[in-house]
């Protein structure tokens, strides 16, 4: 897993990933908004061989809505792969934080000067 260090060391400030995710978004919808046209029966005359020839650029175009489907699917997945390594990172770096003040309040504790009131509870293996 990543800490938000990590990210920046790689060269990915939250700013980055935030354009970077807006981009896929946005290449996502410009997509999904381009299929393109579909190929009349006779598109290519009446001719047997050219009611082939649509039949094919018919399956043809079925691929290409197929595909333009799937790379729709990828972007939104690439986005959301982003938006959690982001999310995580931050979160590990929060619970580190968190751990590290932990400690320290409990080191300081220690090292406190016992009194009869509150003698230490500071042992050699804490």
Do not use: N
């Not at 619970?95 to 320290?104: A, G, N, P, W």
């Amino acid at each position: 897993m990543f800490t938000a260090g990590d990210l920046l060391a790689f060269g990915f400030t939250d700013d980055l990933v935030d354009r970077i995710m807006r981009f896929l978004d946005t290449s996502a919808t410009d997509l999904d908004g381009s299929k393109p046209d579909a190929v009349g029966h006779t598109a290519f005359s009446g001719a047997p061989a050219s009611l082939a020839c649509a039949t094919d650029a018919g399956k043809a175009h079925q691929h290409v809505v197929e595909a333009i489907t799937d790379m729709v699917t990828g972007l939104h997945t690439y986005h959301s792969s982003l938006d959690t390594m982001k999310r995580q990172a931050h979160e590990l770096d929060q619970t580190v934080s968190t751990d590290i003040q932990r400690l320290i309040v409990r080191a300081e504790d220690c090292a406190a000067t016992p009194t009869v009131g509150a003698p230490s509870q500071c042992g050699a293996d804490q």
